[in-house]
């Protein structure tokens, strides 16, 4: 059996996508539930979908962390396509599952919306007063701050560091928000923009939503990975630009040891490891 037929009779991968895709209904309709204004009132801040995307991530993390990841962000998972730790199959999977979770996350809410013009209030929009290129350059900058703390967290995490991740990136989400949401919408989530540009057919400047955030998030994970990382080295990036092997390189890094040594001990484990399993 192949690899790729592995991964789809996999129950774990499937249960990664379902994962994916309802983590991404919760936070889409989270977000836009606090968006949407009362009858009659006035539009909401950017205070309110600062709280709620903030702790709709910390709860998602807690949900769907072991499972998926709960990247919910096409973004997030290019990024980490981009720095070789997700794998293709995956990561296309994962986008598929974010967006349609997002599309219908968007629709059950504008369902129960007791006014259909407030719908409106989901769609991400480029304010009349700035142009499509500096609302680019403010969703590059909220999701770069966002998925270096992602990326920061998950180092901490594979060296059992104690700190409580999910609430740094629980707060990264509210900070992007209340930096951004009155100059882009603050959107950071191409999956959450276009799931209400689907449901209320608003496309106008939607590149934006997409190319803001996933260069801003490619930037962050390799900028992070190959410069700030306790494992980062000019051999671990010519690793990743070559498709070699990122681990042995990351495991030099750690350790100190060469890495020709790091290299035969890897290739030892591996084939001790076929022999057991023959």
Partial sequence: MSPFSAKLRS??????ML???????????TVLGASVP?????????????VAVGVAIVALAHCFGEISGAQVNPAVTLAFLATRKLEVLRAVVYIIAQCLGASLGAGVLYLALPHKTTAEHFVNKVPIELNA???LGIEVLCTFQ?????????????????????????????????????????????ARSLGPAIIVG??????????????????AGVSHEF???RSASRQKLVACLTCKDIEIVETTSMTGSSLST????????KHASKQENN
């Fill in 146 to 190: 966002l998925v270096f703390t992602v990326f920061s967290v998950e180092e901490q995490r594979r060296r059992e560091n104690p700190e409580p991740g999910n609430l740094a990136i629980g707060f990264a989400h509210s900070a992007g928000v209340l930096i951004g949401a009155r100059f882009s919408g603050a959107s950071m989530n191409p």
């Fill in 19 to 29: 994962a994916e895709l309802l983590g991404t209904l919760v936070l889409v309709s």
């Fill in 11 to 16: 129950r774990q991968f499937w249960h990664a």
């Fill in 202 to 219: 608003f496309w106008e400047n939607h590149w934006v939503y997409w190319m803001g955030p996933v260069l801003g998030a490619i930037l």
């Fill in 133 to 135: 290129a500096q609302a």
């Fill in 227 to 229: 410069f700030f990382a």
């Fill in 262 to 269: 790091v290299t035969q001990n890897a290739m030892r484990a």
């Fill in 38 to 50: 009362g009858p009659g009132e006035a539009p909401v801040g950017p205070l309110y979908p600062a």
